[in-house]
């Protein structure tokens, strides 16, 4: 099975309903293509940490995207997007691969740390931060 | 006296995500990556923060994509 996430920023001038919409479009693309929309988060406006085309905001919207046999329609969805001027930005992540390292990774990487650093550990965390400082000088 | 010592004793950088068990680096979380990109919005190196490198490739990652969505900048000034 494999998952991905799709995030999309769409102009904040388009209103509320119309992103809704157009989210609904793309669902139905992404569920007539062979695949599922585990969930679905709506972040709204959001401050951009950059100017995009002269815009300062952006309405996020993120995606969740499962699919049994792998087959899906998202570079058709990509495709579309890219063609619609009211999004500002895309990112499709297939993420099933990386959750799935993860979920097995912990005991190797943890073991080396906490033996290097077991001496420091109790005073350690609060000055994690400070550090960088340290070395930025 | 106190003084003279600290500057031979350094503490032992730990790895942030190894030592808080994340294992996928989120480039969702604004918060996580933040820490690690400092004034200029550059990825804080290795050997600066202290993250091991098995950590730092998937970190560098989701700065990336963190960035081509606009969730953090590519620089400041």
Sequence with gaps: MRTYELMFVVDPRVSDEEVVTMTQDYKNMITTGGAQITSEENWGRRKLAYPIDKLNEGKYVLLYVSSETGKNSLPEVEHRMRQNDKILRYLTVRTDEDLKRAARRPVTVRTGASADGGNTDGGGEPEGEEEFNHGAR | ?77
């Design chain 2, 1 to 77: 006296m106190a003084r003279a010592r600290k500057v031979f004793f350094r503490r032992r950088k730990v790895c942030k995500f190894c030592a808080d068990k994340i294992d996928y680096i989120d480039y969702k979380d604004v918060k996580l990556l933040q820490q690690f990109i400092p004034e200029r919005s550059k990825i804080l190196p290795r050997r600066i923060s202290g993250t091991c490198a098995n950590h730092q490739r998937p970190l560098q990652q989701a700065i990336k994509r963190a960035r081509h969505l606009a969730l953090i900048p590519f620089t400041t000034d």
